[in-house]
């Protein structure tokens, strides 16, 4: 048996690395296009987190795969991964000086059994010049993250304050995780790594 996180997220993995599990990426073959915004962020997220792993079970049938969506969310309209740069200067503009929340699903699958839980952190933006977001955005790519922005390192810029789980912000919330995991006989206290 193997993990398999169904991810192409180096954010993902740079979490999953703090343990020493192994484990292996696969991209799921997956458009998440196809999944459609109702209203409720978190049932849209664990929706596309669970059918990333649905699209993975064949391929890895006796595997434990691991999946995860975020999504940014504010009054109504979630904020998926930016298609060009100004849609995501447009993104830190309508976020600017403001709050909103970033929900990631989780999705353990293994065989026909499969288990998924949703996190949520609360975001509060500093007041941003149209400066400071082409400067941001010079220095941290954001087509690959939700809300065309990243929390860690110098990306904390940006950021006033948070409430809830700082990795649920970067992609990957770690109790979430574990506590799914749990499920299929994998406890990550068993796979902590010395620092």
Known sequence: ME???????????EILNFFSIPFKQASPDFDEAQV???????????ETAVRKAQCLTDRFPDDVILTADT??????RVFLKPESLEE???ML???SGKDHQVFTAVCVAKKNELFSDVEE?????????????????NH?????????????KGGSLIVKRIEGCYYNIMG??????RRLLLNVGVDLWDYLKSI
């Not at 993990?3 to 993995?13: A, K, Q, T, V």
């Not at 459609?36 to 664990?46: E, L, N, P, Q, S």
């Not at 990957?172 to 995780?177: F, Q």
């Open 36 to 46: 459609i915004f109702r209203g409720d962020a978190a049932a849209y997220a664990k």
């Open 93 to 95: 503009r309508e976020l």
């Open 121 to 137: 952190s609360r975001v509060f933006f500093h007041e941003l010049t149209e400066a400071q977001i082409r400067t941001y955005h």
């Open 71 to 76: 999504v940014v969310y504010r009054n109504g």
């Open 172 to 177: 990957l919330p770690i109790h979430t995780v």
């Open 140 to 152: 941290f790519l954001p087509l690959d993250k939700a809300g065309g922005y990243a929390i860690q």
């Open 88 to 90: 995501a200067h447009g």
């Open 3 to 13: 993990l398999i996180l169904g991810s192409n997220s180096p954010r993902r993995r």
